[in-house]
C-alpha cells in the first residue's frame, strides 16, 4: 500500500464529494420547485373556482422567479448549514470526540482497562511514527465500536465506547486500533470531517421543518410548510446517507487489511467483528443524538439502515470471511455481564532497550560511538504509512525500557513539560545551574524541580530515545491549559536560545512539538515541484551539510538527491553554502513544503533519504533533520530498524 497514493485518493475523493454534495443540492431544490408549483397551481384552481365561472387558466409549471427563489434560499440553507458544522468542527479531533459524549482518559490513569487501552494506542503510535493521539471513551456506549478523527495526525483523537474498551481482548482491541491508526495514515480523518458538513447542510431543511411543525396558530400555514420541508429533506437524507456509504464501504475492507498488515494477527480484528455479531441488537449501535451524522466513521455500523444501499459499512461476515474464509456467519453469543472484570495481564518485565537504529519517526537514536548503521534508501519510502509487526514488537520493548519516571512524565501534562526542558538543558553544570534558575522564574518551582529529577535519565538516554519520548509526550502536552500553553511555549523557546546559539537538536524538537500542537489546518497550495525548487535546495543542501565536512562529498550527496525531486530541468535546484540553510532557513522551506500535493511531498522526502544515503550509512544528526522533514509534512514513517533478529527473540 502506497501511502502517498493513499492520501491523494482521499484527496480526490474530496473533489467527488463536491460533485455529491451538488447533486444532491439540485435534486433538493427541483423537489421543492416542483413541490411549490403543485401547492399554488391547487391554490390557484380553487381560487379560480370559488371567484370565477369561465373556463380555468392554462397553468404552466415552469416560473422562473419562483425557480430562482427557490434556487437561491436552499443554497443559502444548506451553505450556512455546511459552514456552520465545518466551523464547530475546526478544531479537529477533540471538537468530535467531546460531540459524540467522549470523556478524555488521563493519560496517568490506573484503572486496568483504560491501561491497557492506553497502551495499545501508545505502542501503535512509537511503531507508526504518529504522534500520540488523545484517547475518548464514550462512557454508556455497550456495543462495540470505534473512530479516529482529526484535520491531521497532530490533531488526530481516537474515541472507542466502554464496550469496546471492556468487551475485546489485548489483542482484539489492537486489531480495532490498528485500524483505526490505518485511517490516520490514508488520510481518510479530514475526507470524514469534510463529509460531515457537508452532510449537516443537506440536512438542514429537515431541521428547519421540524421546527415550523412545532408553530403554532389559526390559519398559520407554516406547519405545512413544515411538512413539506420534511418531506423533502428525505432526499436530503437520502443522499446524504448515499454519501456517506459510497465514501466509507471500500475503505473499511482497506482499513480491516492495513491493521492485519499491521499486527500480523488476523484473529484480532476478526474476534472484534465476532463479538460484535455476537452482541445481537446491541452489536455496534451507539445511542448518541449525533450517531447518525458520523455513521461513515465508525469501526462498526453504528446506525440502523433499512435499504442496503445505505450502508456505510460492509456486512460483519464479509469483513471477516477476507481474512477466514470458511466463517459459516454464526456468531458466538456474547453476554455484557460476563464481563465485569477487566481482562488479567501478566506485569511486564522492563527489557533492555533493543539494539536498533530507529529513524526519524519515534524509533531509537543511534547510541553515542556506536558504528554507524547501513541504510538501504529503496525500504524507507515504502514503509511510510506501512508499519509492521516488527515495528510493533520494537515500540513494545523501546516503551517498556525507559526509566519509570520517564514513562510517568510523559503522561503527565505539566510533567511532560518538564520532560521537554529536561531535554533542552545544558550538559555544562555552570550552564544548566543557569538555565534552571531561569526555568524556575519562568515555570516555578515544582517545574524546576521535576526537569531537575529527570535530566540524569533523560541524558542517559538521550542517545537511544529522545525523539520516542517526545512523541509519547505529545498526548499529555495536547492537555495543557491556554495559559499553560502560552508559558511551555515561551519557555522552551527561551530555554533553545539560553546559549545565544541553536542547535540542530534544539530545533528539531521544537519543530515537531510545536508543529503537532498547533492547531492550524493545512491546505494544498503547491501542485507542481518547480515553485518550490529553492525550497528544496534548503533541505537537501542541509542535509548533504550535516553529512559530511568534506566539499566533495556534499556535493555527491546532494547530487544522488536532487533528481529524485523529478524536478524540470530549468528548476532553480543548487547546492547552498551552510550559511544559507540555516535553522531559520530550513524552518521556512518547511513550512512552504507542507502545503505541497502528497506526490511532490513523496519525491521531497525519496529525495532527502537519497541525500542522507548517499554515503550507505545514517548518523543521528542527519536522522534528527530527517525527522524533522517528515514531520512537517505530515508524512509518518514507522522506526527503522535494521536488525529483526533482535527483535524476534
Not at 252 to 263: H, P, R, W
Not at 288 to 297: G, N, T
Request: one cysteine or more; proline letters at 5%; glycine letters at 8%.
Amino acid at each position: 500500500m502506497d501511502f502517498f497514493e493513499q492520501q491523494a485518493k482521499a484527496h480526490r475523493k474530496t473533489k467527488w464529494l463536491v460533485i455529491y454534495f451538488v447533486m444532491a443540492v439540485a435534486a433538493m431544490i427541483a423537489a421543492i420547485y416542483l413541490c411549490l408549483m403543485l401547492i399554488f397551481s391547487v391554490a390557484l384552481q380553487e381560487h379560480h373556482h370559488r371567484y370565477y365561472s369561465e373556463a380555468q387558466p392554462q397553468l404552466s409549471f415552469w416560473d422562473s422567479r419562483v425557480f430562482f427563489g427557490v434556487t437561491i434560499v436552499t443554497l443559502a440553507i444548506v451553505g450556512i448549514g455546511s459552514l456552520y458544522k465545518t466551523s464547530a468542527l475546526s478544531a479537529g479531533g477533540s471538537a468530535v470526540s467531546e460531540m459524540m459524549g467522549g470523556r478524555l482518559l488521563n493519560t496517568s490513569t490506573t484503572d486496568p482497562d483504560e491501561r491497557k487501552l492506553l497502551n495499545v494506542v501508545e505502542e501503535m503510535s512509537i511503531a507508526s511514527g504518529v504522534p500520540m493521539p488523545q484517547v475518548y471513551v464514550m462512557d454508556g456506549e455497550n456495543g462495540i465500536n470505534a473512530f479516529a478523527a482529526g484535520h491531521k495526525p497532530g490533531d488526530a483523537t481516537i474515541t472507542v465506547t466502554s464496550g469496546c474498551m471492556k468487551l475485546l481482548s489485548r489483542d482484539e482491541l489492537q486489531g480495532v486500533i490498528g485500524h483505526e491508526f490505518s485511517h490516520i495514515l490514508n488520510g481518510d480523518m479530514r475526507l470524514n470531517l469534510r463529509l460531515i458538513g457537508i452532510v449537516f447542510g443537506i440536512l438542514c431543511l429537515t431541521v428547519i421543518g421540524r421546527i415550523l411543525l412545532q408553530t403554532r396558530g389559526r390559519n398559520n400555514p407554516m406547519p405545512v410548510v413544515g411538512i413539506v420541508l420534511i418531506i423533502i429533506g428525505f432526499v436530503g437524507v437520502f443522499f446524504g446517507r448515499l454519501i456517506q456509504a459510497a465514501v466509507s464501504r471500500q475503505r473499511e475492507f482497506l482499513a480491516d487489511a492495513s491493521s492485519v498488515q499491521f499486527t500480523r494477527n488476523p484473529g484480532g480484528i476478526t474476534g472484534a467483528l465476532k463479538k460484535i455479531g455476537g452482541l445481537g441488537e446491541m452489536g455496534s449501535r451507539l445511542s448518541h443524538a449525533h450517531a447518525e451524522e458520523l455513521s461513515h466513521m465508525y469501526f462498526g455500523n453504528g446506525v440502523s439502515e433499512w435499504i442496503g444501499l445505505l450502508e456505510t459499512h460492509p456486512p460483519l461476515a464479509d469483513r471477516i470471511r477476507v481474512f477466514e474464509p470458511t466463517f459459516d456467519g454464526n456468531f458466538p453469543v456474547v453476554n455484557y455481564d460476563d464481563y465485569d472484570e477487566p481482562e488479567k495481564t501478566p506485569a511486564r518485565k522492563h527489557a533492555p532497550l533493543p539494539n536498533l537504529f530507529g529513524t526519524v519517526l519515534g524509533g531509537a537514536i543511534l547510541a553515542g560511538g556506536a558504528e554507524p548503521p547501513v541504510i538501504k534508501t529503496h525500504t524507507v519510502l515504502p514503509n511510510l504509512g506501512n508499519p509492521t509487526p516488527l515495528h510493533l514488537k520494537y515500540a513494545e520493548q523501546l516503551r517498556d525500557s525507559l526509566p519509570d519516571n520517564v514513562r510517568t512524565a510523559a503522561r503527565e501534562p505539566l510533567d511532560a513539560t518538564a520532560l521537554i526542558y529536561a531535554m533542552l538543558l545544558s550538559c555544562d553544570d555552570a550552564q544548566r545551574a543557569r538555565q534552571l534558575s531561569g526555568l524556575e522564574q519562568r515555570a516555578g518551582a515544582a517545574v524546576r524541580q521535576k526537569t531537575e529529577s529527570l535530566f540524569p535519565d533523560v541524558s542517559k538516554a538521550a542517545a537511544h530515545a529522545h525523539l520516542p519520548m517526545i512523541n509519547l509526550a505529545l498526548g499529555a502536552l495536547k492537555q495543557l491549559t491556554d495559559g499553560q500553553y502560552e508559558t511551555f511555549s515561551k519557555t522552551t523557546d527561551w530555554l533553545i536560545n539560553s546559549d545565544g546559539k541553536v542547535e540542530l537538536f534544539e530545533f528539531v524538537l521544537q519543530k515537531i512539538v510545536f508543529h503537532h500542537l498547533d492547531s492550524a489546518k493545512s491546505v494544498i497550495q503547491y501542485y507542481a515541484i518547480k515553485p518550490l525548487a529553492p525550497d528544496c535546495s534548503v533541505i537537501l543542501s542541509a542535509l548533504a551539510n550535516v553529512g559530511s565536512q568534506d566539499l566533495g562529498e556534499i556535493q555527491k550527496a546532494f547530487d544522488a538527491g536532487a533528481p529524485y525531486l523529478r524536478a524540470p530541468a530549468d528548476s532553480d535546484l543548487q547546492l547552498l553554502p551552510l550559511e544559507q540553510c540555516g535553522v531559520k532557513q530550513i524552518d521556512a522551506a518547511l513550512n512552504r513544503l507542507a502545503l505541497a500535493a502528497p506526490q511532490i511531498k513523496k519525491n521531497i522526502i525519496d529525495a532527502c533519504v537519497h541525500v542522507v544515503g548517499a554515503d550507505g550509512v545514517v548518523y543521528e544528526s542527519e536522522a534528527e533533520l530527517l525527522r524533522a522533514v517528515a514531520d512537517t509534512l505530515d508524512c509518518p514513517m514507522p522506526p527503522l530498524v535494521t536488525n529483526s533478529n533482535e527483535l524476534s527473540k
